[in-house]
């Protein structure tokens, strides 16, 4: 995936995640989620650091896993995993800062034309408090399962 002129001319990159990246995939996720995490503590408990970094390194395996900066500040993580049969894992953590600047549509916009390259769906999950989930409306992502706090969401190619 590539940034678009207009993302990286206002000092947006997109780059390999390291090891030393885990406190910063750490605050990301915390920054970006939070508010949604609250909203369903009865669901999720408090925040685990362990639980944390312990996604952070499932995602380091991914087949597309990097890290967003915005002048040299990390501010979100992308990422998904390409399977035989399904592109799923989707993760999308974007800070306050760097949203609604069309990153998340350019991420998505990837993963389908990637989809339909592959003929392979495309499967994401949102909590359901969280409003991301109106942008994989817009852009064609079905509903097609609610699950305790999550809907999850599929793009078939056609």
């Not at 380091?60 to 799923?88: A, C, H, P, S, W």
């Amino acid at each position: 995936m590539e940034l678009t002129l207009d993302l990286k001319n206002m000092g947006y990159s997109l780059i390999d995640t390291s090891e030393a990246d885990l406190d910063d995939f750490i605050g990301v996720d915390i920054k970006s989620h939070s508010k949604y995490i609250v909203e369903h503590s009865n669901f999720f408990g408090e925040w685990n650091k362990d639980i944390l970094v312990n996604a952070f390194y499932c995602k380091r395996k991914l087949t597309f896993f990097k890290k967003l900066l915005l002048n040299d500040e990390v501010v979100g993580f992308l990422g998904y995993d390409q399977k035989e049969d399904k592109i799923d894992n989707v993760y999308i953590r974007i800070i306050d800062k760097a949203q609604n600047k069309g990153i998340g549509t350019l991420f998505l916009s990837y993963l389908m034309k990637l989809s339909k390259r592959l003929c392979k769906p495309v499967f994401i999950v949102a909590i359901k408090t969280n409003p991301a989930q109106n942008l994989y409306k817009r852009l064609g992502f079905e509903f097609y399962k609610e699950k305790d706090v999550f809907y999850f969401f599929r793009y078939c190619p056609r």
